[in-house]
Nanobody, 124 residues
Framework: VQLQASGGGLVQAGGSLTLSCIAS????????MGWFRQAPGKEREFVAA????????YYADSVKGRFTISRDNAKNTVHLQMNSLKPEDTAVYYC??????????????????WGQGTQVTVSS
């Protein structure tokens, strides 16, 4: 199983980035997918998640209205569109896959497969 995240970088406050995560080695189409982030000295926190059907999405309050999660089941890919970025969004962002047919969760322990992380740095 491999989750390959990309799209991170350095951006000024107010800017935008789109993260992508390509999954391989697992059945992508029946799993909830999520994005988490971890800033230095802090615990990993939930950012966004999407049901495998794409009909339900969940967001952390801190990103609601600014970030959008989407998925392309034909390409085994999940995206995170991040707009109006703030310095406090600076973190390593991880994509994650939950078990097949599981309920969409915000808890890291409910996600069993993780990507390597991509750094997002927002300057003020």
């Amino acid at each position: 199983v491999q989750l390959q995240a990309s799209g991170g970088g350095l951006v000024q406050a107010g800017g935008s980035l789109t993260l992508s995560c390509i999954a391989s080695g697992l059945t992508f189409t029946n799993r909830p997918m999520g994005w988490f982030r971890q800033a230095p000295g802090k615990e990993r926190e939930f950012v966004a998640a999407m049901m495998w059907t794409g009909t339900r999405t969940y967001y952390a309050d801190s990103v609601k209205g600014r970030f959008t999660i989407s998925r392309d089941n034909a390409k085994n890919t999940v995206h995170l569109q991040m707009n109006s970025l703030k310095p406090e969004d600076t973190a390593v962002y991880y994509c994650a896959a939950a078990e097949s047919y599981s309920d969409t969760s915000r808890v890291p322990d409910d996600f069993h497969y993780w990507g390597q992380g991509t750094q997002v740095t927002v300057s003020s």
